[in-house]
């Protein structure tokens, strides 16, 4: 029995990552009722560094930093603009629809590492792209009205900035080969140094902290931020970049399920049909294949950077 957990556990662990992050969406929807956007990202990322600091102390995880410049540009893409703009595309943007948007970040990344990395996108990732593109009009609808452009132009950014995160994190790892662990902390670490201060800078409203706040806060900072991605080094650790990356479907389209359930966001035709179109375009831009879905142990330690920030 002990030995049957032990091998399921790479799937339970990609199970519970993924419902995390799912929730997560909703979880900071619901807290704009009491917080601003830039508080909000600073509190998750400012108590999220902190408890993964303890964490990383009581398990004895190398603390060395990270080379600087590249650690430092993935703090300020993957972590500060990312966060900044996808919790600020909340405040007027349903959970469900902005994290769609948001997860477009695969097809960003594509055309980022043709640019940076030199990999040429193949005809199959062409494929997804143009797939995905028919899915995002069909997500915003530009023939009803402009008012949700805002919303959907800072997820889409916030999409952008986090592939550009994750090309430079694979850059990082091919000229330095850090520990995982150790990068995500030091690039969480810049991030939020940068979010703290963006929420003093910025004026906002007033914090109204609610037991259901604090709740929002400690989800998000806790088990989003730095459970979560401990449970998601141990799965790259275990499995397939191709299997682990094929769980980051299940979060937008979880997080509409449980937006329209939750939050009584009921996405309308179009959108359905957008939002099918936007995974089929996933899908075929992801490196999962025949040969990448068989489980496999390997330490693939770029995917770590993919799902750090979710």
């Known amino acids: 029995m002990s030995n049957k957990l032990t091998s399921n556990a790479p799937i339970i662990a990609i199970v519970v990552t993924t419902l995390v992050w799912t929730i997560t969406w909703v979880v900071s929807k619901h807290a704009m009722q009491y917080m601003g956007p830039f508080d909000f990202a600073a509190w998750r990322f400012g108590l999220g560094t902190l408890t993964l600091f303890v964490v990383l102390l009581i398990r004895r995880a190398p603390l060395k930093p990270t080379p600087f410049k590249l650690t430092f540009a993935i703090g300020m893409t993957q972590t500060a603009a990312f966060q900044a703009l996808a919790q600020w595309a909340l405040v007027s943007g349903g959970a469900g629809r902005v994290s769609m948007l948001v997860y477009t970040m695969p097809f960003w990344a594509v055309l980022f590492a043709w640019g940076l990395l030199r990999e040429r996108p193949s005809p199959r990732q062409w494929l997804g792209i143009a797939v ?37 994190t694979k850059q990082l790892f091919q000229l330095h080969h850090p520990d995982p662990l150790a990068l995500t902390f030091w690039s969480m670490f810049w991030g939020s140094l940068v ?22 806060v400690l989800y998000v900072a806790v088990l989003a931020s730095s459970l979560a991605f401990l449970l998601w080094s141990f799965v790259i650790m275990h499995l397939s970049a191709g299997v682990a990356s094929l769980s980051s479907l299940g979060v937008p389209i979880g997080a509409i399920l449980l937006a329209w359930a939750w939050l009584h966001e009921r996405p309308d035709a179009a959108e359905m049909v957008g939002v099918v179109l936007i995974s089929l375009g996933l899908l075929a831009t992801s490196s999962v294949g025949t040969r990448a879905a068989r489980l496999k142990p390997q330490a693939q330690a770029p995917a770590a950077g993919k799902g750090a920030d979710s």
């Open 195 to 216: 979010l703290v201060a963006l929420a003093l800078l910025v004026p906002s409203r007033p914090v109204d902290w609610t037991p259901a706040l604090v709740l929002d």
């Open 132 to 168: 995905a593109v028919v899915g995002l009009v069909l997500v915003i609808e530009p023939w009803h009205d402009l008012g949700g452009w805002q919303s959907t132009s800072l997820a889409i950014a916030g999409g952008a900035f986090w592939a550009l995160g994750t090309v430079l």
